[in-house]
């Protein structure tokens, strides 16, 4: 139970309303319950301030007029209610301690109030810092090192020599260190895997969903700096190099050696891939299920993907996309008879 | 071994030839051997007929008459192949009981006939009902419910408070309840997740292929209907709600809220992502690698995907397109220029 | 500790330089430190010679006469290369032998040399060869067998009767043997699971990546064959044939029914589905994105995705792609005014 006054001191906001009266749960505007906090942080939603059964919400001084229940005014909802949220997360957590069914080696240093859960592997040399929770299945190859407070979840695979910060999550089921894609031909047209000798090195306050992959680098290393933000399923080929707070959505993949700046946003099922190294400036967002072939140097918004018709339309005009550059020959060739016609006339014109 | 008679019975079919005879296996019409149970469900593939080595076959009434080897006439020879071909699925079950390496919270209501394998973790207040499978390394956390005889294969993580209905089938390696992508931006430009706390909820038969990811709700939840199937490596994104009897097809992918309608069908990596929420209509089939980025409202046969050809063709046609606007307004200039030649024909011919 | 005459020893080169000359690690040019060998096989790099702090290079004859450092004359740099970085792979092995956590049914069949780690589980009939590693967690269904040498890496399942051939590697949380997609639909209109018996057979030499996903055969065999070699993500559905030498780059995938030829190359996120089988020859290669759904027959180069451009651009082609049929029309019937006033231009000429 938390009271507006409580919520309004931890966000910074100031109460509209009764301060003494108290939440004990948080709730969509659609969905929320009597007792919920609830957010008003769109203004495509702001109707269901009249709707919502919601106690108290937060929002903006540019809705405080209309808002018929009370309300704590901050400058950014979501994030107070993010803040707020926290609370009523019933999460569990693994507790505190080593769980006897854990094989920890014993040159591994672990740090203090870690929370290792059951049938957890940490190799040889590695450093587990204070706080962090690995949780059941969780595998931590030789000579890698966790961050303080990192939470690592269910059968999450971290290969040897990856060293990743403080305050990360992972999701289930993800690998980090995975050998990168390296294959030569030799002289008999055997495919040779070449030898994948780089790390994996992530930064502090990294999120990586569930089902990522992250391979290592080839000879240098893959590095994920601070605040990067991956959805699920996303993967990383090796040597790349993503900058700060950039955000890659569900799916979204990179080919090896491509380098993302900061405060980049890659689009769901986007895909960065091109004959060699591709290079993406800071700032730069790109639309769900682009491809990306060459640099982008400037910032800005880049897309690529098809819209959907429906059948009988696509498949009409896909078939015209596979003609489109006789399409523009004819047209050319009609504009060379139309200015032939022209020049004609004007000769014909100033000839009389 | 099974003999025609009972096959027919099995299947509301009729046998044509010896009832007597018996079957020890099933295999296509191309690679049935002797002892085999095949089926012709599609005339594609009629042909076959004359040279399986099958000794029986389940197919139509219109195909009876051209058949040269015994066979079950039924309505429907996939799904009559499907109710036999049950019986010769080799596939190992855990065996009945709760192996002594599970860790079980003594706060979880377990079921009768459960079959718990060996590592499993089944967190507090779980509830477990009969017949329920969970194989190796299956975690289940806390408040998860899982409905009867639903089969949990190897290494699938379930996150806390996550509802599943009865006979389902989730496959190796998939994450159900994973947090929902949830970021926001605070004052100094850092990246701040966002608590997730919804839920999710999925109804009876429903199919997860293996490395699915299905994220937890934000607030409200994620909502799976009955009888929905996912293939591999499909993603849903938090809040998005499936109508029963939907299919997604391998490594599609839904962003967050988004809102499937009943026997969908969406092809393989198919994405949809929209700037808000995106609704589909029941009855929507979307080609593969459709990128749909607004509702559909009408049921119907969708696509976007664009054609392969050869790499020069394609590369010359893709420069065109990315000039396409351009080409259009030379082609409305030359339109005019002609519209004008006609005017100007009729305004010379009526002035004759 | 390494001599160049050793080094040129085990890649059939010749030193140019002190042959005494010892290294003890590999970097890349650009990132090599003193000690460190590096290698130069892409004409790009070349400049890099000048300033790399390696101690000595693989190169070919041609870059010999610039290079400022000891070298080591190959014919395939990257080759030699892979050989010797070998050697400084420092990824730990599971110790030789079965960690008492393992669980192997007692009619397994296990291997000389073999190295089990916790958690293993191997059922029933299993064939495991002479010196196959099985990391942490790795689960083995009935009746599968794993070829001598083979490494499966932590977190990996192999389900029921699926056949992987000698010196493969499968990384992290890979599923081999899932139940392909087969659905069907009853009378009432429920979507119905057809049994999935086929197996899955791999020949040797087999690279899969982490969280690659590849399904069983619905009756007749999922094949991979020699030396495929498949990266993170990919997925592979029931009946699918993979020629030997093939590659699929990251988060490629392939409906059912699909077959390569050997000596292809798929590109990240490629798609294979159409309305019926697809079979792709040998020697395609096939750029990112695409989408394949119907058979190529011609070695050679595919493409089909479109090229990323800023937000405007792009809207504004994309909403006249989908015009594009009518804009064919609109130029059609431009040309036909044209060719009637020229034949009208001629009628009269000739008239006159």
Same mark, same amino acid.
């Given at each position: 139970m938390l009271s507006l006054a409580e919520i309004a001191h931890r966000t910074q906001g100031h109460v509209v309303?009764?301060?003494q009266i108290c939440i004990s749960g948080v709730g969509s505007l659609a969905n929320a319950k009597t007792g919920d906090l609830t957010h008003l942080?769109?203004? *495509?939603? *702001?109707?269901q301030l009249h709707t919502t059964k919601a106690t108290a919400v937060l929002l903006t001084e540019e809705n405080v007029a209309e808002c018929p229940i009370p309300s704590v005014v901050v400058s950014n909802p979501q994030l107070a209610f993010a803040e707020i949220a926290n609370d009523f997360d019933k999460r569990e957590r693994i507790p505190v301690g080593i769980d006897p069914t854990a094989r920890i080696d014993s040159s591994a240093q672990i740090g203090d109030g870690v929370r290792i859960g059951p049938n957890v592997r940490v190799s040889a040399d590695c450093v587990i810092a204070d706080g962090v929770e690995l949780c059941t299945n969780v595998c931590v190859g030789a000579q890698s090192a966790i961050g303080r407070e990192t939470s690592i979840r269910e059968n999450v695979v971290i290969y040897h020599d990856v060293q990743i910060g403080a305050r990360c999550t992972v999701h289930a089921n993800t690998a980090i260190?995975?050998?990168?894609?390296g294959i030569t031909v030799d002289e008999t047209g055997t495919l040779q895997e070449i030898p994948q000798v780089g790390r994996v090195l992530i930064g502090d306050d990294v999120l990586l969903g569930a089902s990522v992959t992250i391979d290592r680098g080839a000879i240098d290393d893959t590095v994920i700096h601070d605040n990067v933000k991956l959805d699920d399923q996303v993967h990383i080929g090796h040597n790349c190099v993503l900058g700060a707070h950039t955000i890659m959505c569900g799916c979204a993949g990179l080919a090896g050696s491509v380098t993302l700046g900061e405060y980049c946003v890659l689009g769901g099922s986007v895909g960065v891939a091109g004959e060699g190294p591709v290079s993406i400036a800071g700032g730069v967002e790109i639309g769900a299920m682009t491809l990306v072939t060459r640099d982008i140097t400037e910032p800005g918004r880049y897309s690529g993907a098809t819209l959907h018709t429906d059948n009988r339309t696509w498949r009409r005009n896909m078939l015209r996309l596979n003609e489109l550059d006789t399409i523009v020959k004819r047209l050319r060739r009609v504009e060379r008879i139309l200015e032939k016609q022209t020049s004609n006339d004007v000769n014909s014109s100033s000839a009389k």
């Open positions: 309303g009764d301060e942080s769109n203004q *495509r939603y *702001r109707a260190g995975v050998d990168g894609f």
